[in-house]
């Protein structure tokens, strides 16, 4: 069965911190994807990957960055982290290329920045 | 990009059928379009795909018209354990929207 596993179900950081946020899937997929999902705003798009190495931005990049030295590792990356990064943060991979097939998620991390 | 436009809510009770509508007026010709299933604290899980006319799985069925600006979710006879969000996806926009709240009722 495919899996993608995140790190934490549940993390708290303080105003300031260096966050990271692990993500691991086992289907050898070439796409990853971080969304953060917020009441009444649904999911956004914050980056994706579509290679090792290879980043875009999603719709919402300020604030993070990532990083995916391995192909089935994808890392979202708070640099400094504020209070309006509290959310639930999930990770999705996809087959790449021109497939249609669905992205897998995790279960999320809720963060909650003090 | 093609965006996608949702209700955000809707009631139905037990047995009934219920239909969930998502506009994607800009839809690109290769794309499909996803419907996702989530719980809470869980992540969306797939539902359905469908690239035009109708597709039907198990779970639930999929009308896509002809020039395919809109896409419809029908699920028969919904149970109590059908109470989730809906999203629907255009695979181009990797972008799932606000979705739409389904609440099943006794």
């Known amino acids: 069965d495919v899996k993608v596993t995140q790190s934490s179900r549940y993390l708290v950081k303080r105003t300031g911190e260096k966050v990271f946020l692990e993500c691991v899937q086992d289907?050898?997929?070439?796409?990853m994807f971080w969304y953060r999902q917020d009441p009444g705003l649904g999911l956004r798009l914050i980056y994706f990957?579509?290679?090792?190495?290879?980043?875009e931005k999603g719709d919402i990049p300020e604030g993070y960055s990532v990083s995916r030295e391995k192909k089935e590792r994808f890392s979202l990356i708070l640099e400094s982290a504020s209070t309006n990064q509290t959310s639930m943060y999930l990770c999705?991979?996809?087959?790449?290329?021109?497939?249609?097939?669905?992205?897998?998620f995790g279960d999320g991390t809720r963060l909650s920045i003090l | 990009l093609a965006k996608t436009t949702q209700p955000i809510s809707m009631d139905s009770y037990e047995g009934q059928e219920v239909n969930i509508t998502c506009s994607h007026n800009?839809?690109?010709?290769?794309?499909?379009i996803t419907w996702y299933q989530q719980f809470p604290s869980q992540g969306p899980r797939f539902i359905i795909q469908?690239?035009?006319t109708k597709v039907k799985n198990e779970v639930a069925s999929l009308f896509i018209p002809a020039d395919r600006k809109s896409s419809t979710l029908s699920l028969p006879r919904v149970s109590l354990s059908d109470t989730a969000v809906y999203y629907c996806?255009?695979?181009?926009?990797?972008?799932f929207g606000k979705g739409t709240m389904l609440l099943v009722s006794p």
């Open positions: 999705a991979s996809g087959l790449g290329g021109d497939s249609n097939q669905p992205q897998h």
């Open positions: 800009n839809i690109a010709t290769n794309d499909y």
């Open positions: 996806l255009v695979k181009s926009t990797l972008t």
């Open positions: 289907m050898d997929h070439e796409n």
């Open positions: 469908g690239y035009k």
């Open positions: 990957s579509y290679d090792v190495k290879m980043k």
